[in-house]
């Protein structure tokens, strides 16, 4: 339920991947609005059942497709996708408020137009309420 500031701020570097038999994924969030003194927390992603759903599996494909695109395993860990599909500079955060509009539009729910970058974290907690 990372903010979008949070989402768009992580590092190639911030992603620790399971090695069998650990389970689940390891994100460093480096700094955040109510971490006061930028100590940083370290969030354990548990894999899921669901293949659909398994976020530590989605970062690892993720991962290797960046390779695969010759990506250096550095820098920023998101990246804003320019005409043709080509890699343009790090997301920003009006970047994954576009990206979740667009990606409602496209699930078909209603007013999509009123989802945005917040969605990715009320609807979280909601789901998990």
Do not use: C, W
């Amino acid at each position: 339920l990372l903010r979008r500031s949070e989402l768009v701020a992580l590092h190639v570097r911030d992603l620790t991947l399971p090695r069998p038999p650990a389970p689940g994924a390891e994100v460093f969030i480096a700094a955040s609005k109510t971490d006061k003194l930028s100590a940083g927390v370290h969030v354990t992603i548990p894999p899921e059942a669901d293949p659909r759903a398994d976020v530590p599996a989605a970062l690892a494909a993720y991962r290797q497709a960046r390779a695969d695109a010759g990506l250096p395993n550095d820098g920023t860990l998101f990246h804003h996708l320019g005409l043709g599909g080509k890699v343009a500079g790090p997301m920003t955060g009006d970047d994954v408020s576009a990206l979740v509009k667009e990606l409602a539009g496209k699930a078909g729910l209603v007013e999509a137009d009123l989802y945005s970058a917040h969605s990715l974290r009320a609807g979280g907690a909601t789901q998990m309420y």
